[in-house]
């Protein structure tokens, strides 16, 4: 079994993450839109650092800090 977790894997950590923080934002539940975020945070930071991704490390985290701060106020 692949223990690995490649850039791929991250990814589509980050995009459940994602959809976790806007359902819980829908739903008003801050709590677990807090504790998604936290997770997303964590998942971009592994992601930025897996040397594939190097080159696109500053766009994916400019992209996520203002998509993120968009959404959330409105």
């Given at each position: 079994m692949n223990t690995a977790?490649?850039?791929l894997f991250l990814?589509?950590?980050?995009?459940?993450?994602?959809?976790?923080?806007?359902?819980a934002q829908e739903q008003?539940?801050?709590d677990t839109a807090?504790?998604?975020l936290a997770r997303a945070e964590n998942i971009l930071d592994e992601i930025?650092?897996?040397p594939d991704m190097q080159p696109r490390a500053q766009?994916?985290?400019?992209?996520?800090?203002e998509d993120s701060v968009n959404y959330i106020l409105g």
């Open positions: 977790r490649t850039s990814m589509a950590n980050l995009g459940a993450e994602v959809s976790r923080i806007i359902s008003k539940d801050a807090s504790t998604a930025t650092r897996l766009e994916l985290l400019h992209t996520y800090r």
